[in-house]
C-alpha cells in the first residue's frame, strides 16, 4: 500500500513527553505538527533541536515529493 500522506506517530518510550498525542497511533504528519507548535506555543518553550518532530521521538512514512524528484520521501531525502 502506497501512502500519499506524510504520517507520523509517537514512539510509545516517549508518550510522557507528549500527553495531547497518542503513542503508537499513526496520524498525518502535519496535525502532529499542529499539535505539536500549538502546545510549544501556549507554554512558551522551545522545541528540542532542528526539527518540531524529532526522528529518536517518532516515525515517518509516506509522502510524496512534488516536482522533478518524485518518490516517496524520507527523512533522510527532506532536504
Known amino acids: ?21 497518542e503513542p503508537g497511533v499513526w496520524l498525518p504528519a ?8 500549538l502546545w510549544h506555543l501556549a507554554k512558551a518553550l522551545a522545541p528540542q533541536g532542528e526539527r518540531l518532530m524529532g526522528e ?4 515517518f512514512r509516506g ?8 518518490g516517496v520521501r524520507t527523512r533522510a531525502g527532506d532536504h
Open 63 to 70: 509522502g510524496l515529493r512534488v516536482g522533478a524528484r518524485q
Open 56 to 59: 529518536e521521538h517518532f516515525e
Open 30 to 37: 502535519t496535525t502532529v505538527g499542529q499539535q505539536l507548535l
Open 1 to 21: 500500500m502506497q501512502h500519499h500522506i506524510r504520517e507520523a506517530r509517537l514512539r510509545p518510550e516517549y508518550a510522557d513527553l507528549y500527553p495531547a498525542i
